[in-house]
């Protein structure tokens, strides 16, 4: 059997231990909150938790698209950026895969899977390098539409003012 | 071996580091002190707002300090307080009283939906305050305080205090879902109006309401900036529509008072709402008149005290009085018809020299405004609509697909929630509900009402929008709505923010521009372009044809 086989038939148990994990990284109210509530409007973290975490850990067992992993990691990144995180604890949730897994395949861990398992946590590596990407992108975003809301709460008195000016030139 | 230090590899252990831990720290939630993350407050009320208001305790501050140079008698200012308003406030005294901690209302509130903080839970929020008055009004609470659940009042706690009742939009969502009714909106008022007797303000409220008691709205336009404004606004209607309206101002003896939020004068995409008003009423002919003393419809008196809402809020009877009007109709704007509906009437009121609102095209009654004298223009326009008085072509707005979020105030203070639809239905071929549980009564607020509008506080409001703006990607995805409509002008701001986060591109919309798309004027050109003069595409090639009628250029 293969890392990725061991890993596979595991999925379920490390999935569930990754969205706890990261749901640890709340208040004991908000984690019981984001975990039990299973509307997705009335609780859209816990559904973006959940759905993010699950689009990466496939992605990760299988092929890395890019484009797949990028969405599962917006998913969850677009809300720990703005949430009350310093970028650190943002992105925190991906690191501890590394111990989930270790943890989780325990005593199958020898010396001879050593090389697949580096081999795999390169790909968590990978993961996180792209939500570092992601995070900044959305601090970006948030510092974007601050001043677009600015420069929007006085657009109406500045086309005024430019159509004054445009007349008085011509 | 001499123990390593913190700089050589031996001092740490592998298994120790393996062992990392991002949980919050465990103490109970009385102990642990409010860590002020910008992004999440609003800057401090500046000193010369608060003199021209005459309120307390002037200075420059930031909430950064350390001391927020409270007056020396800080404690007894706020408890002679409570003791006031638990007096004067009935309902003050019960919410204090009654709540069970069932907690139905916990996870309601769409800033811990949002961000997880507990201290978001209104159940919490309401403690706050809840346990100092356990721990200084009720007999269990002087003789065994933390264990009746009462606290020392300590400048902390009015830290804590300032951070999170500057995070509640007043929404009243929570209170729908109260078995007891408590409404954590109200406890919210009091604890804002607490920390003002210390001079603890926000300056995005107190600016606008030192504006308003200036010049008569928020933004501080004077009569003649509001007449360029309107005027500019008609030119730009005469561009898109071909028809030159009128603007009556501070006309005496007309028959409606016209008031609208001051957000409609400058901020886009208001403006076209208000484009949108002008539009209409002279398509119908109505008798009315703006005022640029009563220039503003909002009331940020609201987000402050009780008594500034009075202060800001007189100004629409006395000029109804002055001007002589039959009775008064308001434009789309949210938090204003909470103050009209809820409090004008017995504030200001009773306007017994206006007459109970008729509309002059349908006949229609509002008996609804008896009390008020003051119709919301949903109302009025749904009125219209219903008696066919309007020549409407939905499929002049066949370019859009548009949802609608129901306003917290029109819809859980007002319960306008038909007319808003039924207009939309009118005017639009394309227009798809939000999930249940996100709309009506059950809305997910904006979150940047109630003062929280302004943009240092951003991550704050995008949490709190998070609900909101997520149940419209759901609508994008599925439907592929396009726009978003409100009858805010908070909302217009705020939402179009929410949705550049979290739904970009769908753009935001007031009720009216979406009328003024499909309203067939008379004496109209082909129109080709809207009010915000983009050109609509299938707006031109209906107009194409017309225009080689009068053969003038392509033969
Ligand atoms: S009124 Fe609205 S913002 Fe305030 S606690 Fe209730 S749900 Fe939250
Ligand atoms: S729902 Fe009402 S009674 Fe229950 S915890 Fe909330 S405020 Fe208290």
Redo the contacts between chains.
């Keep these: 059997m293969t890392l990725k086989d061991l890993l596979h038939s595991s999925r379920a148990a490390i999935l569930k231990r990754w969205f706890e994990k990261t749901l640890e990284t709340y208040a004991p109210d908000a984690s019981a909150f984001f975990d039990g509530q299973k509307d997705r409007f009335a609780n859209p973290v816990g559904k973006a938790l959940r759905t993010g975490t699950r689009v990466m850990l496939d992605c990760l067992l299988g092929e890395m698209d890019a484009e797949k992993i990028c969405a599962g990691l917006e998913e969850i990144v677009k809300i720990r950026s703005i949430q009350d995180f310093t970028p650190a604890q943002a992105v925190s949730f991906i690191f501890s895969l590394r111990q989930i897994i270790r943890e989780e395949l325990g005593q199958e861990l020898d010396s001879s899977r050593l090389t697949e398992l580096a081999e795999f946590e390169t790909r968590i590596d990978q993961l996180a390098l792209f939500a570092f990407d992601i995070y900044v992108k959305c601090r970006e975003r948030l510092y974007e539409i601050r001043v677009d809301e600015v420069k929007r709460s006085v657009s109406g008195l500045m086309r005024r003012l430019n159509r004054e000016e445009e007349k008085a030139q011509s | 071996m001499a123990e390593a230090k913190f700089d050589e590899m031996d001092h740490y252990k592998q298994a120790e580091l393996?062992k990392?831990?991002?949980?919050?720290p465990p103490t109970g939630w009385m102990d642990t002190p409010t860590?002020f993350?910008p992004?999440?407050w609003i800057y401090p009320g500046k000193a010369k707002h608060l003199e021209y208001l005459d309120l307390p305790n002037p200075r420059e501050w930031a909430v950064t300090d350390e001391d927020w140079q409270l007056p020396k008698n800080w404690k007894e200012i706020v408890l002679e307080g409570m003791r006031e308003r638990l007096s004067r406030y009935r309902t003050f005294k019960i919410f204090m009283d009654i709540c069970v901690r069932c907690g139905a209302c916990?996870?309601k509130c769409h800033f811990?939906?949002?961000?997880?903080?507990?201290k978001n839970?209104p159940v919490m929020r309401a403690e706050l305050l809840r346990s100092i008055y356990r721990k200084d009004f009720t007999a269990l609470g002087k003789v065994f305080g933390k264990l009746a659940g009462g606290r020392e009042l300590t400048v902390d706690v009015i830290k804590e205090w300032f951070y999170y009742f500057f995070q509640c939009t007043e929404c009243r969502r929570c209170s729908v879902f109260c078995p007891y009714g408590i409404d954590t909106a109200e406890i919210t008022i009091i604890g804002r109006e607490l920390l003002g007797l210390l001079g603890l303000y926000v300056n995005w409220v107190i600016e606008p309401v030192a504006n308003c008691f200036r010049t008569g709205n928020h933004l501080g336009i004077q009569p003649h900036g509001l007449k360029?404004?309107l005027e500019?606004f008609a030119?730009d209607i005469e561009d898109s529509t071909g028809i030159k309206v009128d603007i009556p101002l501070n006309k005496k003896g007309a028959e409606v008072l016209f008031v609208t939020p001051s957000g409609d004068?400058?901020?886009?995409p208001?403006?076209y709402t208000c484009m949108g008003y002008m539009a209409l009423f002279h398509e119908i002919g109505l008798d009315y008149t703006w005022s640029t003393y009563a220039s503003e419809g909002g009331n940020f008196g609201l987000f402050t005290s009780h008594e500034t809402i009075k202060r800001l809020n007189a100004k629409i009877y006395a000029e109804a009085k002055r001007l002589g009007v039959k009775w008064i109709l308001g434009g789309e704007c949210g938090h204003m018809w909470r103050v009209l509906n809820q409090y004008m009437d017995t504030m200001n009121g009773p306007p017994d020299f206006l007459e109970v609102p008729k509309s002059p095209l349908t006949g229609t009654v509002f008996d609804n405004a008896r009390s008020t004298k003051m119709v919301h223009i949903m109302e009025f326009t749904a009125d219209l609509i219903r008696h066919g008085k309007l020549k409407l072509d939905p499929s002049r707005n066949d370019h859009i697909k548009v949802t609608f979020h129901d306003s917290c105030n029109p819809a859980r203070a007002m319960g306008i929630l038909e007319e808003p639809r039924y207009v939309l239905k009118n005017v639009c071929n394309n227009f798809y509900e939000m999930?249940p549980?996100?709309i009506r009564e059950q809305t997910f607020c904006c979150g940047g009402g109630a003062g929280l509008g302004t943009?240092e506080n951003?991550?704050m409001r995008?949490?709190g929008g998070?609900?909101r703006g997520?149940?419209v990607r759901?609508v994008q995805d599925k439907f592929g709505v396009n726009e978003l409509a409100c009858m805010c002008a908070i909302d217009r701001?705020?939402l179009?923010?929410v949705c550049?986060?979290w739904a970009p591109p769908v753009r935001v919309t007031g009720i009216h521009e979406l009328v003024s798309n499909a309203l067939q004027m008379k004496g109209a050109k082909d129109r080709e372009v809207n009010f915000r003069l983009e050109e609509i595409e299938h707006w031109k090639q209906k107009a194409a044809p017309a225009g080689r009628k009068e053969g003038s250029s392509d033969v």
């Design positions: 393996m990392f831990d991002f949980r919050p860590d993350r992004g999440s916990a996870d811990f939906i949002g961000g997880g903080d507990p839970m360029d404004t500019f030119e004068f400058l901020a886009d208001g403006t999930p549980n996100t943009d951003m991550e995008l949490r998070l609900p997520n149940a759901y701001a705020t179009t923010t550049d986060y």
